[in-house]
């Protein structure tokens, strides 16, 4: 008896917090945990190239791989006759204030998806110096907006990589 009411105390907590933020997930939690990305990529995803050389970025298959993305996905490039995502509208990551104060230094590499209407519909920080640096990279790149990669005038999303830096 006792631990069932342990079990329905525990129960009732667990909902009491859950209805605090219905269906909310934590941003910490979105952008380590790479399923949530994988969720938003489906089975194909194209990958961004460099437009000089039409060649994926070293980093970007670094990052894919260190996520395990490329198990169950096939990627591919973007063609090159396709025109790459622009970005209209960045804003710069808040520093962490207590990072800052101690003159700490750092940087975070975010794997994105830039969706065909040109936001952002995904975020995985696949390595960062400090955790807090992940979060304010992620929180200022989720706003960011893009001209969205197009093959043939059609409107594409694509996945890419940033590489946001702290100097204090």
């Given amino acids: 008896m006792l631990t069932r009411n342990i079990l329905l105390c525990l129960f009732l907590v667990i909902s009491l917090m859950a209805a605090d ?31 000089k050389t039409g060649e994926v970025p070293k980093e970007l298959l670094h990052a894919i791989a260190s ?19 622009t ?3 960045r804003n710069a990551p808040e520093y962490p204030a207590q990072l800052r ?11 994105i998806v830039i969706g065909a209407d040109g936001t952002i519909k995904a975020i995985h920080c696949n390595e960062a110096t400090h955790p807090e640096f ?15 990669a197009t093959i043939q005038e059609t409107p594409v999303p694509v996945v890419a990589t940033l590489l946001l830096e702290f100097d204090a």
């Avoid at 933020?21 to 938003?40: M, N, V, W």
């Fill in 67 to 85: 996520a395990r993305l490329n198990e169950g996905i096939q990627f591919y490039p973007l063609p090159k006759e396709a025109v790459q995502p």
């Fill in 101 to 111: 104060r101690k003159g700490v230094d750092g940087a975070a590499r975010l794997l």
């Fill in 21 to 51: 933020k219905p269906g909310k997930i934590p941003l910490a939690e979105l952008i380590s945990d790479s399923q949530y990305f994988k969720a938003a990529l489906g089975s194909k995803a194209l990958l961004v190239t460099d437009p």
């Fill in 134 to 148: 992940a979060l304010a990279a992620a929180e200022a790149v989720s706003k960011w907006r893009f001209s969205p």
């Fill in 87 to 89: 970005p209209k509208k």
